[in-house]
């Protein structure tokens, strides 16, 4: 069932999901499951499971250095397929543009159909990183809106190349990523909401934002939204700080701000087992201020660790 559908169909009560990392290659998906079943009892109507591009490695031979490309967490598709069966819940393959090829994102989409996968996430990607900046892969896309653009062409029967009669058109639901804090590297954060309302306008059905530690920045983003005529549900990410390094981590990576109570907090806290329960605090309280809000679902950004979000869950639903 697509997202926007689950979204209507509760009817104004707000939804629970999580997003979950494959994991590392050679492990086992049964540490999956184990975090997983405990975040079953909330009932998610949707899992997210996010895909992380190529990368290079470098393997010594005969004294020069081989540079090899690899994935280090594949398995995506494969991952939605086994939770989809498993626990009979909806499951939300991450697409990107970066690392593949629009031929490869076709084949993909066309697994994820075949396997009754009935939502996607259009994201670009980040740049590989020995890069500075994003740069489409061969073949690939340059951004988020083309990969909806080409999502869109196959739910009206339009493959790449072939001009075939389709019978069977997927009939995909789109969810793109929104930044309440703006883009990294977008100018400014009125010009990243035009780029966002071109998402839409290409075919967008949803937006799942990036995390953010003051719901004011979500509030003020999602009226923003509406103002340039963002009209489709903006799902809020909420990621509990688990560890102290956090500090310094997220805002240096996704360039968002940390309210000054919460680095108090943080800066107070002797081990990471403090740091994870200030954490998992913060986000009780932006999650019970954003449920008044009647938001469409909070999202929880797990990170393949469910014991913070059951934490905050048993509270909450
Ligand atoms: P885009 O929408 O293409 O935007 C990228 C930048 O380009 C923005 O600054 C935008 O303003 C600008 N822009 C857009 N269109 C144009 C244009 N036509 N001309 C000029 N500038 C333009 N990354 C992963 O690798 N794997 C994941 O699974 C993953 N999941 C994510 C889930 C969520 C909810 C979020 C918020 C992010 C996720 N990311 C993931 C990170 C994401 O890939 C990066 O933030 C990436 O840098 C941007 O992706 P995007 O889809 O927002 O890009």
Request: proline share 5%; aromatic share 8%; net charge negative.
């Amino acid at each position: 069932m697509k997202i926007t559908e689950h979204i209507k169909k509760a009817d104004g009560k707000t939804l629970f999901s999580f997003e979950i990392i494959p994991p590392k290659k050679g492990n086992s998906i049964q540490e999956l499951y184990n975090n997983i079943d405990p975040l079953m009892e909330f009932n998610p109507p949707f899992i997210d499971v996010t895909t992380s591009r190529e990368e290079y490695v470098y393997i010594e031979k005969e004294g020069l250095l081989d540079r090899k490309v690899t994935r280090m967490r594949p398995g995506t598709v494969g991952i939605c397929a086994a939770i989809k069966h498993k626990y009979d819940v909806d499951t939300v393959p991450h697409v990107l543009c970066g690392g593949f090829s629009k031929e490869e994102t076709e084949y993909l989409l066309v697994d994820c159909h075949y396997l009754g996968i009935d939502n996607v996430m259009a994201l670009r990607g980040d740049a590989m990183s020995h890069q500075k900046y994003f740069s489409a892969s061969e073949g690939g896309h340059e951004y988020a809106t083309q990969l909806v653009d080409q999502i869109k062409n196959l739910n009206c029967g339009k493959y790449l190349h072939d001009v075939i009669e389709s019978n069977d058109c997927t009939s995909f639901c789109i969810g793109v990523a929104g930044y309440p804090e703006k883009h990294l590297e977008a100018p400014s954060l009125q010009t990243d909401l035009k780029r966002l309302k071109e998402k839409v306008d290409a075919g967008a059905d949803y937006i799942v934002t990036q995390m953010f530690f003051d719901n004011n920045k979500y509030f003020e983003f999602v009226e923003a939204a509406k103002e340039i005529g963002i009209h489709v549900p903006i799902i809020p990410g909420i990621k509990p700080i688990a560890i102290k390094k956090h500090m310094q981590l997220l805002p240096q990576v996704f360039k968002i701000d940390l309210p000054e109570q919460l680095i108090n907090e943080i800066q107070n806290c002797k081990t990471n087992k403090e740091v994870r329960q200030v954490g998992v605090e913060w986000a009780i309280q932006q999650s019970r201020e954003l449920l008044a809000a009647n938001v469409p679902v909070l999202h929880y950004y797990s990170m393949g660790k469910s014991d913070n979000v059951h934490a905050i869950a048993s509270q909450l639903f």
